[in-house]
T-cell receptor
Framework: AQKITQTQPGMFVQEKEAVTLDCTYD???????LFWYKQPSSGEMIFLIY??????QNATEGRYSLNFQKARKSANLVISASQLGDSAMYFC?????????????FGAGTILRVKS | DTAVSQTPKYLVTQMGNDKSIKCEQN?????MYWYKQDSKKFLKIMFS???????INETVPNRFSPKSPDKAHLNLHINSLELGDSAVYFC?????????????FGNGTRLTVT
């Protein structure tokens, strides 16, 4: 079964507007971490933000925030005040304590294009 | 002061050849990984080492053999390369086995098999 689902293959957003990238996950574990990574066209994987399963507050890192709804098993990334440099592929990922070795499992990604 | 470095960045080779990709991290991390990103950008784990010990070995053909001479290095050797091996290979490391430790990725090695 798919552990991480990103239902939006591609998204467009106008510069300076906010955008939400969706992510749902599936786990029976109580302890897990959710991560978002950015992959620009240059190819590197950039860690953006982390949310732990026990965290009561939504994580924020600058213009990035994570809308964590544990009961719905969703961890959506919100980018505020979009910039042209935000155009990239975004991956949601989960690290699950019960998984031996704590591998990071990725969703299929969402391509974000910021329009000027 | 690169944290996770991979060499080479690009690798073009013919079917049947053997090639290696090297990875080094200077973050003092104990755990390292190899991930494969296919043409559809999907990222899938291949191997993981913790302190030089293999802890994850996904269903990867035997032609792929990781080697970790020390905890700062994790190399990937590929024998008898096939067209389907063409992909971007990422090395990554993490400082802990706790679920709140992010993985830090290298810049990737784009392997093209012709």
């Amino acid at each position: 079964a798919q552990k991480i689902t990103q239902t939006q293959p591609g998204m467009f957003v106008q510069e300076k507007e906010a955008v939400t990238l969706d992510c749902t996950y599936d786990t029976s574990d109580q302890s897990y971490g959710l991560f978002w990574y950015k992959q620009p066209s240059s190819g590197e994987m950039i860690f953006l933000i982390y949310q732990g399963s026990y965290d009561e507050q939504n994580a924020t890192e600058g213009r990035y925030s994570l809308n964590f709804q544990k009961a719905r098993k969703s961890a959506n990334l919100v980018i505020s005040a979009s910039q042209l440099g935000d155009s990239a592929m975004y991956f949601c990922a989960m690290r699950d304590v019960m998984e031996y070795g704590n591998k990071l499992v990725f969703g299929a990604g969402t391509i974000l294009r910021v329009k000027s | 002061d690169t944290a996770v470095s991979q060499t080479p960045k690009y690798l073009v080779t013919q079917m049947g050849n053997d090639k290696s990709i090297k990875c080094e991290q200077n973050l003092g991390h104990d755990t390292m990984y190899w991930y494969k990103q296919d043409s559809k950008k999907f990222l899938k784990i291949m191997f993981s080492y913790n302190n030089k010990e293999l802890i994850i070995n996904e269903t990867v053909p035997n032609r792929f053999s990781p080697k970790s001479p020390d905890k700062a290095h994790l190399n990937l050797h590929i024998n008898s390369l096939e067209l389907g091996d063409s992909a971007v290979y990422f090395c990554a490391s993490t400082g802990g086995t706790a679920y709140n430790s992010p993985l830090h990725f290298g810049n990737g090695t784009r392997l093209t098999v012709t």
